[in-house]
């Protein structure tokens, strides 16, 4: 809890591994938090980056966490959450985001390159980052081009304050040509269907 004159409060992290870790604010006034890390060295302060609340912090490094509420509310409760991204491979994991955990992070590798489908749950968004090429793919798309030696870090967050829960999963998809003049049945899940025309044309 802030003081009423008060705008900011700072902590010393203690990080018991290296890693990514994320930091995020939750509650009613989440929009109006603003966080900040900086790092003590020999050379003196430095700022820490952060992108998408996620940063990348040593075990041996000395860190300052600043949580700053510029609201106009005389009382003003900053609650916030943090720890470590979690690494995963493709497969299927358990998920409940509500008020309290209304964001999930994790770091994702493949095995190999190809195309994977997310596995959603109701009310659960998706947003999938590349570290390499730092684009993020948008969560309206099905299907995506994943390479074996690219880093993916994955964000769940929920729709319109709705509270999603149950089991979501990143899997291979099944890739197949298709022509045109052919009659197809989706006979599966996670099939991602390629066409290449051979003819300049209108195709429906």
């Known amino acids: 809890m802030l003081q009423e004159d008060q705008t900011s409060v700072r902590y010393q992290l203690n990080v018991e591994e290296d890693g990514q870790y994320y930091i995020t ?3 009613d006034n989440y929009w109006s938090t603003y966080a900040s ?14 992108i998408n609340s996620r940063v990348e912090l040593r075990k ?7 949580l700053s509420d510029y609201s106009s509310e005389s009382q003003k409760i900053i609650k916030w959450k943090a720890g ?3 690494d995963i491979t493709p497969g299927e ?3 409940e985001l509500n008020e ?3 964001e999930a992070y994790y770091r994702l590798t493949v095995d190999e390159s190809g195309v994977y489908y997310v596995r959603s749950v ?14 993020e793919i948008l969560s309206s798309s099905s299907f995506y081009k994943l390479k074996k030696e690219n880093v993916y870090e994955i964000t769940l967050g929920r729709y319109s304050w709705e509270n999603a829960s149950g089991k979501w999963g990143i899997l291979k998809g099944i890739e ?4 045109c003049d052919k009659v197809y049945i989706n006979e599966t899940d996670g099939v991602y269907y390629k066409f290449v025309p051979k003819t300049t044309g209108y195709i429906v």
């Open 25 to 27: 604010a939750t509650g």
């Open 37 to 50: 890390i900086t790092e003590e060295t020999e050379d003196g302060t430095q700022d820490v980056e952060i």
């Open 60 to 66: 041996a490094g000395t860190y300052y966490l600043e």
């Open 84 to 86: 470590k991204v979690k």
């Open 93 to 95: 994991f358990d998920i």
């Open 100 to 102: 309290e955990k209304p």
């Open 122 to 135: 109701k009310g659960m968004s998706v947003k999938i980052r590349d570290t390499q090429t730092g684009n």
């Open 176 to 179: 197949k040509e298709v022509e």
